[in-house]
């Protein structure tokens, strides 16, 4: 297992508390903001889209699993419209959803 550690990515969308400017995007307060091994990579104004974009900057032509656990702020509809849009990148991936009830981080994200 940890052999197998160094291949994950993890990823987590959580919203601005204010207007910031950071890793080269100007970020309004209330925007979602997807955070990929640490750095911001996308920033949208829902949560859903800020989550399949940073999915699909996260992928790799070794990409075979995705976990994602819905929190604070999502809900299992959301969660499955997530997982949609990733089967949209590709569909050839292995995507499964679960409930983590974390706070802060409506979506984490695993891509391994």
Do not use: C
């Not at 990148?89 to 979506?107: A, I, M, R, T």
């Amino acid at each position: 297992m940890e052999d197998n550690l160094s291949t994950v990515k993890s990823g987590q969308v959580t919203h601005a508390i204010r207007d910031t400017n950071i890793d080269g995007f100007e970020i309004k307060k209330g925007q979602y903001m997807g955070i990929a091994d640490g750095k911001i990579v996308v920033v949208e104004d829902k949560a859903v889209p800020a989550a399949i974009s940073m999915v699909g900057k996260m992928l790799d032509e070794d990409s075979e699993a995705i976990t994602i656990i819905w929190g604070d702020g999502a809900n299992e509809k959301l969660a499955d419209q997530v997982q949609a849009g990733i089967l949209k990148l590709d569909d050839e991936l292995e995507v499964e959803v679960h409930e983590g009830d974390q706070p802060v981080y409506p979506f984490l994200i695993s891509v391994e």
